[in-house]
T-cell receptor
């Protein structure tokens, strides 16, 4: 199993450009999440999904959009990039069963907006 | 407001000694507390967790203690090894909903030979 994979690893955007961060998991997890980590800060939840076709906002959703058309994929869309979106983005997934409390993380995408 | 706090940005410990990382929380609506370890340029990896109804959980060199009255938890690593050098995040799972986690700011642990 590859686990959680994210592409690209690095990206530099100009202000106002758009892009999609890709996330795929092969563990058949129901739940998927997007986080951002700013320097010296913890991870903050952007959006999450409890299954295909169902998404909801997290703590910091402004400026982002998501979709979940399949169990495996959970892309994150930035429509109008701003310098405040410079961050490292992590995708994660977990089982629906609450006895499993671990979230599995991808390697991250480092995004710089100039 | 920061619901989960790690007040020490960094900690330096000699190899072989005990490392103690601390975490405080303000919300009682958490059912699990987790510790994640993160190396540079990698995603966080799960280390150990504890249920809110327990006060201790042990896994090899790692032990987590939970003091519910003080809303405080700590991670003990004994003995500390150079490979333990990483950033450690404390996280708390919200009882209701999609198992969302709230993370602390992280503590950078450095193990000195």
């Amino acid at each position: 199993n590859a686990g959680v994979t994210q592409t690209p690893k690095f990206r530099i955007l100009k202000i106002g450009q758009s892009m999609t961060l890709q996330c795929t998991q092969d563990m058949n997890h129901n739940y998927m999440y997007w986080y951002r980590q700013d320097p010296g800060m913890g991870l903050k939840l952007i959006y999450y999904s409890v299954g295909a076709g169902i998404t909801d906002k997290g703590e910091v959703p402004n400026g982002y959009n998501v979709s979940r058309s399949t169990t495996e994929d959970f892309p994150l869309r930035l429509e109008l990039a701003a310098p405040s979106q410079t961050s490292v983005y992590f995708c994660a997934s977990s089982f629906r069963d609450t006895s499993y409390n671990e979230q599995f993380f991808g390697p991250g995408t480092r995004l710089t907006v100039l | 407001d920061q619901q989960v706090k790690q007040n020490s940005p960094s900690l330096s410990v000699q190899e072989g000694r005990i490392s103690i990382l601390n975490c405080d929380y303000t919300n009682s609506m958490f059912d699990y507390f987790l510790w994640y370890k993160k190396y540079p340029a990698e995603g966080p990896t799960f280390l150990i967790s504890i249920s809110s109804i327990k006060d201790k959980n042990e896994d090899g060199r790692f032990t987590v203690f939970l003091n519910k009255s003080a809303k405080h938890l700590s991670l003990h690593i004994v003995p500390s090894q150079p490979g333990d050098s990483a950033v450690y995040f404390c996280a708390a799972r919200i009882i209701q909903g999609a198992q969302k986690l709230v993370f602390g700011q992280g503590t950078r642990l450095t193990i000195n030979p």
